[in-house]
C-alpha cells in the first residue's frame, strides 16, 4: 500500500472540527455501526472535506465489510490498491440502490417504477454467466438477483436487476460490443455512473440462458452495460406454482459458493 493510500490522521494545525476529519476516526466511528449507508451518504453531505473522504475512504470500506467476496474478486484480492470503474462510491450504489425502470425502445412497461434502496441483495457470478454469450464466457460478471415490481393488475411481475464487470476495459463483452461496432444508446444513461451504455438486445448479445435464470420468458428482457462495466436491466417475471417455488434452489438457503449478499 502506497504513502498516499494509508489513512491519513489530520495534522494539529487542523482547525477546530479536525476531529471529525481524522480518516482512523472517521473508520472506528462507521465499524461501530456496521457501515450503514444511509449515515454515510448523510456524512458525505455535510461539507467538502468529508465528502472527499467518503468518494477516497468510506465507499471503499463500505463495500468491502458488506461484499467482500465479491469485492476481492473485482480487485484480485487488492481493494485498496484498485480503482473501480466510475468510483467507488458507484458500486456502493450499485449493491444498495435498485435503479427502477422506464420503457425502453425493446420493452415497454405500462407505468415507471422509481428506484429505492434495497434491504438486502445476493450478487453472483453463477448468475453472471447466465448473460454471457458463449464467446464472451471468460468475462466475470457479478448479477443481482431481480428486485420484485408490481405492474398493476397484471399477472406477471417486472423484475429489475443491475450487476458488475471485473475488469471491464480487457473484457471480451467490450471486445466484442466494439468489434460489432454496437452504437451507444441516444436516451440511456447509466443509473449508478452516468455514463452512456450499449444494449445488449441491440447487440443481439442477450443469451436464451438469461431469461432462464431471471424465470422469464425469451424475449421478455433487456439489459444495458454502461463503458465503466455496470449492467442495468428489467424483464417480465413469469409467476410461479407452488410446486416451481419448492423446487428453486439447488441447496437448504439457496446460496452457491459464489453468492456475496449486501444489506442493512
Not at 457501515?35 to 465507499?59: E, G, Y
Request: charged share 25%; with cysteine; net charge positive.
Amino acid at each position: 500500500m502506497s504513502a498516499k493510500q494509508r489513512l491519513r490522521p489530520n495534522p494539529p494545525s487542523q482547525e477546530a472540527d479536525s476531529g471529525i476529519l481524522n480518516e482512523r476516526i472517521l473508520v472506528l466511528v462507521f465499524e461501530s455501526m456496521n457501515w450503514d449507508i444511509h449515515t454515510i451518504c448523510l456524512a458525505a453531505s455535510v461539507n467538502r472535506k468529508l465528502r472527499a473522504v467518503a468518494k477516497r475512504l468510506l465507499w471503499r470500506e463500505l463495500c468491502v465489510y458488506r461484499a467482500p467476496r465479491m469485492v476481492a474478486a473485482l480487485t484480485n484480492g487488492a481493494p485498496s490498491s484498485s480503482r473501480m470503474g466510475g468510483g467507488w462510491h458507484t458500486l456502493a450504489k450499485l449493491m444498495f440502490f435498485c435503479c427502477g425502470c422506464e420503457s425502453t425502445r425493446h420493452f415497454r412497461v405500462g407505468n415507471s417504477s422509481p428506484g429505492h434502496f434495497v434491504k438486502a441483495s445476493r450478487f453472483s457470478k453463477t448468475s453472471g454467466r447466465s448473460f454471457l454469450v458463449r464467446e464472451c464466457r471468460g468475462d466475470l460478471l457479478f448479477v443481482s438477483d431481480p428486485c420484485e415490481h408490481q405492474i398493476g393488475n397484471r399477472e406477471d411481475d417486472l423484475g429489475i436487476y443491475r450487476g458488475v464487470f471485473q475488469g471491464f476495459m480487457r473484457s471480451r463483452t467490450r471486445a466484442c460490443l466494439i468489434r460489432r461496432q454496437v452504437e451507444l444508446e441516444e436516451r440511456v444513461r447509466c443509473p449508478y455512473c452516468g455514463s452512456r451504455v450499449w444494449s445488449m438486445k441491440t447487440a443481439r448479445l442477450i443469451p436464451r440462458s438469461a431469461a432462464r435464470r431471471l424465470g422469464s420468458c425469451d424475449g421478455g428482457l433487456e439489459y444495458f452495460v454502461c463503458v465503466n462495466g455496470h449492467l442495468h436491466g428489467a424483464c417480465s417475471l413469469v409467476p410461479l406454482s407452488d410446486d416451481d417455488e419448492d423446487n428453486g434452489h439447488d441447496n437448504e438457503d439457496g446460496r452457491t459458493d459464489d453468492d456475496d449478499h449486501s444489506g442493512y
